[in-house]
């Protein structure tokens, strides 16, 4: 079993940052990506960026050149550096990681930008 802890969370105005982090326990496990989702109210869950085992990083349009996923091998952490928030940014944000045969999510942190 892999366990993912978020944390980061909080409230910010409009146009500042936040760090969101991920921290990964239990099994050893080899992955396919590591991401980040976000579920705002009466919406759909949605990829905001993942980064592949190989390194290659994907982004959502929304969230190009504002968000930075990045990840710490030797902690088995990931981290999602999001500056110039907007109030649209705002929701839960979960923690996915997933192999060929698992899909582990967070508990889910919240992040809510006020304009």
């Known amino acids: 079993q892999v366990q993912l802890v978020e944390s980061g969370g909080g409230l910010v105005q409009a146009g500042g940052s936040l760090r969101l982090s991920c921290a990964a326990s239990g099994r050893r496990f080899t992955f396919n990506f590591m991401g980040w989702y976000r579920q705002a109210p009466g919406k759909q869950r949605e990829l905001v960026a993942r980064?592949?085992?190989?390194?290659?990083?994907d982004y959502a349009a929304s969230v190009k050149g504002r968000f930075t996923i990045s990840r710490d091998n030797a902690k088995n952490m990931v981290y999602l550096q999001m500056n110039s928030l907007k109030s649209e940014d705002t929701g839960v944000y979960y923690c996915?990681?997933?192999?060929?045969?698992?899909?582990?999510w967070g508990q889910g942190t919240q992040v809510t930008v006020s304009s």
């Open positions: 980064i592949f085992s190989g390194g290659v990083l």
């Open positions: 996915n990681v997933r192999g060929d045969q698992f899909s582990t």
